[in-house]
């Protein structure tokens, strides 16, 4: 059916997709989610908690930590009630409004979590390459500021894409290839012209994670210049250990997200299931790690969570 210059049609739903050619499986398949859920959900509120009940982790590095905690938890949330929906009552069907609101905390939380990262890049390249000014450079007002900072950035910048998205019309398939939304997957969907929606979503992802990325590689470019200044082999290795759990987050976080933008845009010919296996990976990873990574190398943190397991009554 033609439509005029003026009209839009959004549809009633969008039908989201578990694992392709899997269905008959898919209450087995839910079971691994569920444990990777839980295991994020638990451990980002178990990371959040000790550093909000143990005084002794009220420091700029841990601030940035709950950050990210917070960020995860946020991403798993938004993915929760949709996935699991899939796998275990095969409801499939999202509503139009419904799917632009999870896409805007979807990609809300990801440019968080990429901000997140990039001031714990900061904190970590004040505390080696400066740390005599540490405390009163990042000061409790100033990490506040942060924070605020890190949220309207991260929300700001996907309003005007969102409104591009709802002047869309979509009058073909309304069959999405994630469990999710997600913003290239829907925009693909559409019967109208997105030039514009591509252009302004790729300038987003590099004025967001792109800088971010080259800013952190920036940092350790020059905290490693500042560590290999250091005369003594102990203290090198005691400068470089305190940053590899932040290096393996941005590792876990920025090489699935590469992954999958390179799947949908140079993918076209892969197996369905390949673009659902890394689209999944990119939401859930992350969170699951993240509080395994900083529970394991972080000696502070694990100090906290033993006190705890031990002294449950406290």
């Not at 049609?9 to 997709?17: G, I, N, R, S, Y």
């Not at 938890?73 to 009630?81: D, M, Q």
């Not at 290999?228 to 876990?252: D, M, N, R, W, Y």
Request: aromatic share 12%; with cysteine.
């Amino acid at each position: 059916m033609p439509f005029s210059n003026h009209s839009i049609f959004h549809p009633a739903v969008f039908f989201l997709t578990g694992i392709p050619g899997l269905d008959i499986s898919q209450a087995w398949i839910s079971i691994p989610f569920c444990c990777l859920y839980a295991i994020a959900l638990s451990g980002n509120g178990m990371i959040l908690f000790v550093i909000i009940t143990e005084s002794s982790l009220h420091e700029p590095m841990y601030y940035f930590l709950s950050m990210l905690s917070f960020t995860d938890l946020g991403l798993c949330l938004s993915t929760l009630a949709t996935m699991l929906g899939i796998f275990w009552f095969n409801a499939r069907e999202i509503s139009f409004d419904a799917c632009i609101g999870q896409m805007f905390f979807i990609h809300g939380f990801t440019f968080m979590e990429s901000s997140v990262l990039l001031a714990m890049a900061f904190d970590r390249f004040i505390a080696i390459c400066n740390p005599l000014r540490y405390a009163t450079i990042l000061t409790s007002s100033r990490i506040i500021k942060a924070g605020f900072a890190i949220v309207i950035r991260g929300t700001t910048a996907l309003v005007p894409l969102l409104l591009l998205l709802k002047r869309l019309s979509f009058c073909g398939s309304h069959v999405l290839h994630h469990s999710y939304c997600f913003h290239p997957d829907v925009m693909k969907l559409s019967c109208t012209d997105t030039k514009i929606n591509s252009a302004f979503g790729l300038a987003i992802v590099i004025s967001t994670a792109g800088v971010d990325s080259i800013l952190i590689l920036l940092s350790y470019i020059l905290i490693i210049r500042s560590v290999l200044s250091i005369a003594s082999p102990e203290e090198q290795k005691k400068a470089f250990g305190t940053c590899v759990s932040h290096i393996s987050a941005v590792a876990i976080f920025y090489i699935p997200m590469i992954s999958l933008s390179l799947v949908h845009r140079f993918g076209k010919h892969a197996p369905p299931y390949v673009h659902t296996f890394i689209a999944n990976v990119y939401l859930l990873i992350p969170p699951v790690m993240n509080p395994i990574i900083y529970s394991v190398k972080t000696k502070q943190i694990r100090k906290a969570l033993l006190k705890i397991f031990h002294n449950p009554a406290c």
